[in-house]
C-alpha cells in the first residue's frame, strides 16, 4: 500500500516504519537519563534541564542519518549484518552530529553517559523494531488487494515483477481475460472467470483496487461495471499510474501520450524552482567550503601519476536543460589520450582508460566534486537526470520514445535514477534510466529534491554504481 506526498509516493509500511523510529529516537534520551540517573523524569529536568528539546534534536538527526544509509529506501535489500551495521553506522553519526549540535548550543547539552546509553537505545531500538517489521512486511497487513482486468501483455507486465520491494504494496487476487487480450500474456492459474458482476467478483475476494490493463480497450470497455465498483468505494486505476506507484518509475512499454497529457503531475512551478535554485546555491557553497582539502589533495594525486604538464580537468559537451549544450567538468580520471580517435564511447567496468588515481576518485565520487562550478553556473542543479553527450543524445532520441521529456528539468550530479539503478553504459540501460528520470520530472517537488539529495550519500559512502 502507497501514500502520495508531496507529489511521491512512499510506501505505507516504510512511513509507519519512519514514524515508529522518531517516536524511539525522541524517547530514547528520556529513557537514557532516567536509567543514568537512576531518577524519575520529573527529577532529571529538575537538575539537568528540559528534555523536549534533547528529544527533538536527536530524532531529527537520526532520521537525517538513517535516510542518509539508505534505511528507508523502498529497494533496500539489505540482510541482517549489512542491517546492523548501516543502523550502527546511523546511530554513530548521529551522536556525532548530536555532539557537535551541544557545542553549538551547550543549553540542551546531554553528558557523555546519558548520550551513550541515548545511542544505545536508539540503536537497539532501531534493529529490533526492524527485525519485526520485516516479518510482518512479508505478510499481507500492508497490502492492498487488487483485482487486474485484462490478462493480455499489458496485464503481464503486473505478472513479470519479480523483485519483492516492487510487490511490496499489493497482491493480486486474479487476472480477468478481456477481448482482444493477447492469449499469451498471463499464465492460465492466475485467470479469473467472471460467474457474476464485477461487483459480486471484487466483494468474494475481498478486493481494495482494481486495474485496468486492457490490451484492447475499445473493445466492450465495462464502463457500467467499473462505475458501479468506483462508487462502491472500490479504486479503479490505471495501469501506467499503478506501475509508475509501485515501481517508482514511468514503464515506456505501457506508456501513451495521453496520460502524460491528463495525468498529474509534470509541473514546473516558478516558486518551486526558485526555491531549487537558492538550495543549488547554498548547498553549493558550502560544499565548496568543506571539500577544497579534499579537491587539493585530488589535483596533487593526479599531477604525481600524469606530471605536471597534464591536464587536471576535463571538460565534456553534454546536454542541458531544453537541449542547450553545455561544458560539463570534472576532475580527470582517464588517460588524456583516452578518446584520441575521437569517437565517443560508454565507459566499461574496469576501463583500461582510468588511471590509478582516476580509479578511486570514481569510486568515492570525488571526481564529480568540480560539477559544483557547473550548478553555480545554472547549468545543472544537484538533483536531475544525468546529462549525457550529445553524440549519445542523438541516437536515443532517434530509438529510445520520450527521450527528450527527460531535458525539461536541469541535469543534475545525482538524481532518481542514479539512486535507483546502476550505472549505465548502454542503449538498454539508458531506457531503463529513462524510466525513473520521467517519474522525477513527473513528480519532482523540493521535498522529493531533498530526500534524494539526502540518500545520495549512502551511494558515496557504499560505493554503488560507480565505475
Known amino acids: 500500500m502507497t501514500i502520495r506526498i508531496f507529489r511521491h ?50 530524532a531529527l538527526i537520526m532520521f ?32 556525532l552530529l548530536l555532539a557537535i549540535v551541544f557545542y553549538l548550543l551547550p543549553v540542551i547539552a546531554m553528558g557523555r ?30 497490502k492492498r488487494r487488487v483485482l487486474v482486468f485484462g490478462a493480455g501483455s499489458r496485464a503481464g507486465s503486473i ?42 467478483v471484487c466483494a468474494s475476494f475481498q478486493v481494495d483496487e482494481i486495474v485496468v490493463a486492457m490490451d484492447d480497450r475499445r473493445r466492450q470497455f465495462p464502463m457500467a461495471e467499473l462505475l458501479e465498483c468506483r462508487l462502491e468505494g472500490i479504486e479503479v486505476t490505471e495501469l501506467v499510474t499503478f506501475l509508475e506507484r509501485e515501481t517508482g518509475k514511468v514503464r515506456l512499454d505501457v506508456l501513451n501520450p495521453s496520460w502524460m497529457i491528463f495525468s498529474e503531475g509534470f509541473r514546473q512551478g516558478r516558486l518551486n524552482n526558485w526555491l531549487e535554485r537558492v538550495f543549488d546555491v547554498c548547498a553549493s557553497l558550502a560544499l565548496l567550503a568543506l571539500t577544497w582539502p ?36 570534472k576532475f580527470r580520471s582517464m588517460r588524456p589520450d583516452a578518446e584520441s580517435d575521437g569517437q565517443a564511447r560508454w565507459a566499461d567496468t574496469n576501463d583500461p582508460r582510468v588511471t590509478r588515481a582516476g580509479a578511486f576518485i570514481r569510486k568515492v565520487r570525488i571526481d564529480e566534486l568540480p560539477q559544483i562550478i557547473n550548478v553555480l553556473r545554472g547549468e545543472m542543479s544537484f538533483v536531475g537526470p544525468r546529462p549525457e553527450r550529445p553524440e549519445f543524445v542523438d541516437s536515443l532520441n532517434d530509438r529510445i520514445p520520450y527521450y527528450r521529456e527527460r531535458h525539461t528539468v536541469k541535469p543534475g550530479i545525482t538524481g532518481w535514477a542514479q539512486l535507483c539503478y546502476p550505472y549505465g553504459s548502454s542503449e538498454q540501460d539508458a531506457l531503463e534510466k529513462l524510466q525513473y528520470d520521467l517519474y522525477y520530472v513527473k513528480n519532482h517537488s523540493l521535498v522529493f529534491y531533498i530526500a534524494i539529495l539526502v540518500q545520495t550519500v549512502e551511494v558515496v559512502l557504499w560505493g554503488k554504481g560507480a565505475r
Do not use: C
Not at 519512519?18 to 529536568?45: K, N
Not at 529490533?128 to 500492508?142: G, Y
Open 64 to 95: 537525517f542519518t538513517m535516510g542518509a544509509m539508505g534505511l528507508y529506501h523502498a529497494r533496500q535489500r539489505t540482510r541482517l549484518g549489512g542491517l546492523v551495521a548501516r543502523v550502527a553506522a546511523s546511530v554513530t553519526t548521529g551522536a
Open 113 to 142: 553517559g546519558v548520550l551513550l546509553l541515548t545511542a544505545g537505545i536508539a540503536f537497539g531500538g532501531s534493529v529490533i523494531l526492524r527485525v519485526l517489521f520485516e516479518k510482518l512486511a512479508r505478510e499481507d497487513i500492508f
Open 9 to 58: 509516493y512512499w510506501q505505507l509500511a516504510l512511513a509507519m516504519l519512519a514514524a515508529a523510529e522518531l517516536l524511539i529516537f525522541f524517547f530514547a534520551p528520556y529513557g537514557a537519563a532516567m536509567i543514568r540517573f537512576g531518577a524519575d523524569l520529573a527529577t532529571v529536568e529538575a537538575a539537568e534541564g528540559p528534555m523536549l528539546p534533547r528529544g527533538l534534536a536527536f
Open 159 to 200: 505478472a513479470q515483477l519479480r523483485r519483492r520491494t516492487d510487490r511490496r504494496g499489493f497482491t493480486v487476487v486474479g487476472y480477468i481475460p478481456a477481448d482482444g487480450d493477447d492469449p499469451d500474456g498471463v499464465a492460465d492459474p492466475l485467470r479469473v472467470k467472471l460467474p457474476g458482476s464485477l461487483l459480486e
Open 294 to 329: 579534499l579537491m587539493l589533495l585530488t589535483a596533487i594525486a593526479i599531477k604525481l601519476e600524469d606530471g605536471l604538464n597534464a591536464p587536471l580537468l576535463y571538460g565534456q559537451m553534454r546536454v542541458g536543460q531544453y537541449g542547450r549544450p553545455f561544458r560539463l567538468l
